[in-house]
C-alpha cells in the first residue's frame, strides 16, 4: 500500500512540473534567431541593407523592414499611432531611447528565450522580462527623467479617441522621476514587464544591450544563446521547489504513520 501511494505522489509530482513549465508558443521549438508572431514583424529574420538611422545596427539580420525601421523615427506613425508628446514636447535626448527601444522590439532576432503567447487583437506573442542591461536602463532613465508623461504603463489606459494616444481624464502631467522615481520602474513597468533590469552590464554576455556597435558584431546573440541553453537544460521550473517540499512532507507523515 504505501509503495502504491509513493507511485501516485509521483505521477502527481510529474504532472505537476509539466504544467508549471514556462508557456512558451506551441509553435515556437527554436528559441535562436526568430521573429515574434506581432503586427509588423516578418515571419524570419534576414538582412535589411537599408535599414533607418538607429535601426540600422540589426541590418544584417533583422526582424523588421525598411519601412517598419522609418516608421519607427516618426511621432504618431502608423506602426501604432503613438504620440510620445502627450505631456508636451519630449526632450530629444529621451526620445531617442524610445526609438531604440522600438527599433529592438522590431527588428531583434534574439528574442527568443523570452517570447511569451498573448491574446490580444493586434499580436499574438510579445517578450516578457528581458533582462536589459543595467547601463541601458540606467542611461534611459537619466535622459528622461525631465520629460513628463501622466502614466507609468505606457501598454494600457490611455484615451485614443482622437485616433493617439492622449492623457485618460484626472491622469496628471509630471516629470519623468515623479512616475518613475529609479531606473528600475521605467524599465521594468513601462511596458508591461517587457524588460526587467539586470545586475548585469553590457559586455557580461547575460543582458540585452538595447545600444550596440554592430562593427563589433551583435551582443544579444551570445545572450540568446546562454538562455536558451539554460531554459532546455531542464532547470527547476518555478514553483516546483514548494510543491517538492509539500509532497516530501506528505510521504514522511505517510511512513511514519
Known sequence: MAWRMTQLLLLALVAAARGAQPRISQARTDRLNVCMDAKHHKTKPGPEDKLHDQCSPWKKNACCSVNTSQEAH???????????????????????????DTCLYECSPNL??????????????????????KEDCQIWWEDCRTSYTCKTN???????????????????????????????????????????????????????????????????????????????????PQGIGPLLLNLTQILQRWFLG
Open 154 to 236: 505606457w501598454h494600457k489606459g490611455w484615451n485614443w479617441t482622437s485616433g493617439y494616444n492622449q492623457c485618460p481624464v484626472r491622469a496628471a502631467c509630471h516629470r519623468f522621476d515623479f512616475y518613475f522615481p529609479t531606473p528600475a520602474a521605467l524599465c521594468n513597468e513601462i511596458w508591461s514587464h517587457s524588460y526587467k533590469v539586470s545586475n548585469y552590464g553590457r559586455g557580461s554576455g547575460r543582458c540585452i544591450q538595447m545600444w550596440f556597435d554592430p562593427a563589433q558584431g551583435n551582443p544579444n546573440e551570445e545572450v540568446a544563446r546562454f538562455y536558451a541553453e539554460t531554459t532546455n537544460s531542464g532547470a527547476m
Open 112 to 133: 527568443g528565450p523570452w517570447i511569451q503567447e498573448v491574446n490580444q487583437s493586434w499580436r499574438k506573442e510579445r517578450f516578457l522580462n528581458v533582462p536589459l542591461c
Open 74 to 100: 516618426k511621432d504618431i506613425s502608423y506602426l501604432y499611432r503613438f504620440n510620445w508628446d502627450h505631456c508636451g514636447k519630449m526632450k530629444p535626448a529621451c526620445k531617442r531611447h524610445f526609438i531604440q
